[in-house]
């Protein structure tokens, strides 16, 4: 107080230098207020400083210096350099197509590679198994190859008559009638005789042995439709298991029908053979 020359100041002369200045009757915050509004109520001595510092310093941009740019660290490796070296390619590539690009295959005119139809379909479904209480979700896919057209003729161009390309109902029963004599003859006297005769027994299985057909068949559904009842009265349900035991039941019948099919195709190479023999001589 002795600095600021109040050492000998009475209350009431600091009264009168408070009403002086209006500040009489204002409450403490309404004062603080007057000074914020005077924009003090935060300065302190070191901004204050720093503000005077601020204004003598001149800025130019001679003594500015870059900032130093880290450089990324390289990564080692055997990915990294794979990397690399894909994505130098894929630049090449690009390169190679802004200067000089190939056109198109259709304008060369030339002849490709066939192209494969690109009608498809490729869905889910939901199907409800027996024995269990949430739908089993299935895939299903629907393609088409390559579509081969060729030029049939029309079977009218073939014969005029139209009874003579079909076959009439007597002609049918005199082919039942064959197929029913064939059968009975391998039945008494064996395929074996057949075979001797030159006659052909292929398809008349069903007819000369049925017993053995028969036989196969109710193994095959015997085995399904218990698997599928036991399972059932189970309350579960597993297609693996019944696909394995119709697998097993069919084995002999498969053996028989992978027999006719190798015997088919030798008599084919055969019958193949002897036609050409028959067109040489002819065109000699």
Excluded at 13 to 22: C, F, H, I, P
Excluded at 61 to 66: G, V
Excluded at 122 to 139: A, H, W, Y
Aim: hydrophobic residues 30%; contains cysteine; glycine residues 6%.
């Amino acid at each position: 107080m002795a600095d600021y020359g109040y050492e000998d100041a009475a209350p009431d002369v600091a009264a009168t230098n408070m009403k002086e200045l209006g500040y009489e009757d204002a409450a403490p915050d309404v004062a603080s207020n007057n000074m914020n509004d005077l924009g003090y109520e935060a300065a302190s001595p070191d901004v204050a400083a720093t503000k005077q510092v601020s204004a003598g310093f001149d800025l130019s941009l001679d003594d500015a210096k870059p900032k130093k740019t880290k450089k990324p660290k390289q990564k080692k490796g055997l990915f990294h350099s794979f990397q690399m070296a894909m994505g130098d390619s894929h630049r090449e590539r690009q390169e190679r197509g802004r200067t000089g690009r190939t056109p198109r295959r259709s304008s060369l005119k030339q002849e490709g590679k066939p192209r494969r139809s690109s009608i498809g379909y490729k869905g889910e479904i939901d199907v409800m198994l027996p024995g269990k209480s949430r739908p089993t979700r299935r895939r299903r896919s629907i393609s088409f190859d390559q579509d081969n057209i060729f030029d049939i003729e029309p079977v009218t161009d073939m014969n005029p008559d139209k009874k003579e390309m079909w076959f009439q109902d007597e002609e049918y029963d005199v082919m039942q009638q064959k197929a029913e004599m064939t059968s009975q003859f391998v039945m008494m006297g064996g395929e074996a005789m057949a075979k001797k005769k030159n006659i052909e027994t292929r398809g008349l299985e069903k007819l000369y042995d049925y017993e053995n057909v028969a036989e196969n068949q109710q193994m095959a559904y015997r085995s399904v439709f218990l698997e599928q009842g036991f399972q059932r009265e189970e309350g579960e349900y597993n297609d693996e298991v019944v696909s394995c035991l119709y697998r097993v039941a069919s084995m002999k019948s498969q053996a028989n029908a992978l027999a006719r099919a190798n015997a088919d195709e030798a008599d084919i190479e055969e019958y193949t053979r002897e036609t050409r023999r028959r067109i040489r001589r002819s065109s000699m």
